[in-house]
């Protein structure tokens, strides 16, 4: 049975998802120290990246003296945006900066797909062109191809955070076809903790989320260390 964890957890400030859905898929009894990195009321671009990169790096400083087991990096589209060489980089920044293991959602989420042997899936995001591009990109270098895509669209955050669980399970249903080895619901604002479960058996195949990816990859992140 795994032990409980204390983790460390950055989200954007106007993240209202990820802390509670993440400690539900970590043993009972987790607890969750979260700092959230100031941001504008749009949604990320490459222009506001390096700001906002820089904010995430000056607060992470705050998990040094604390008794975390992992830091879970939180910020989809920073990651995706930065490219898998600059998410590596930044992961490795925050381990410099933190002294703690960092696990980053952009990451954990390829490593999640490649896990189920997905090459082809169908992807549902609220995010802006922009981001969808970058995040695409992204899956393709870990050899995985999107078939089916839609997108909320959301303007700005405030859009993100109306969006609900039943809305998200709608647009998956809707995107997915039986040529796709996988749904993937990205954002760590989207609720997915109450729908995954239901869409894998009435899909039929493997449902993950980004949220539930990096959970898997916190779990593994301190088992290493535990060995």
Request: with cysteine; glycine share 8%.
């Amino acid at each position: 049975m795994p032990h409980a964890l204390h983790v460390g957890l950055m989200v954007p400030a106007n993240n209202t998802t990820m802390e509670h859905e993440l400690l539900a898929w970590l043993p009972a009894g987790s607890t969750c120290m979260t700092v959230r990195v100031p941001r504008g009321a749009g949604m990320l671009t490459e222009e506001t990246l390096p700001a906002y990169k820089a904010q995430a790096l000056e607060h992470a400083r705050q998990f040094a003296p604390a008794a975390i087991d992992v830091l879970a990096y939180g910020c989809t589209a920073a990651g995706f945006l930065s490219g898998p060489a600059g998410d590596a980089a930044l992961q490795a920044e925050l381990a410099a900066v933190t002294g703690k293991p960092v696990v980053t959602t952009a990451r954990s989420m390829v490593r999640a797909l490649q896990d189920t042997g997905a090459t082809h899936i169908a992807l549902v995001t609220p995010y802006l062109d922009e981001v969808n591009v970058r995040l695409k990109a992204f899956l393709a270098d870990g050899g995985i191809g999107v078939r089916r895509f839609a997108s909320f669209y959301a303007q700005n955050v405030q859009e993100l955070g109306r969006i609900e669980a039943d809305a998200v399970a709608r647009l998956a249903r809707e995107t997915f076809d039986d040529t796709c080895d996988a749904i993937f619901i990205a954002c760590t604002q989207l609720p997915t903790a109450a729908i995954l479960e239901g869409l894998a058996r009435e899909l039929g195949r493997p449902a993950l989320s980004s949220i539930q990816a990096t959970a898997r990859y916190v779990l593994r992140a301190h088992e290493r260390l535990a060995a």
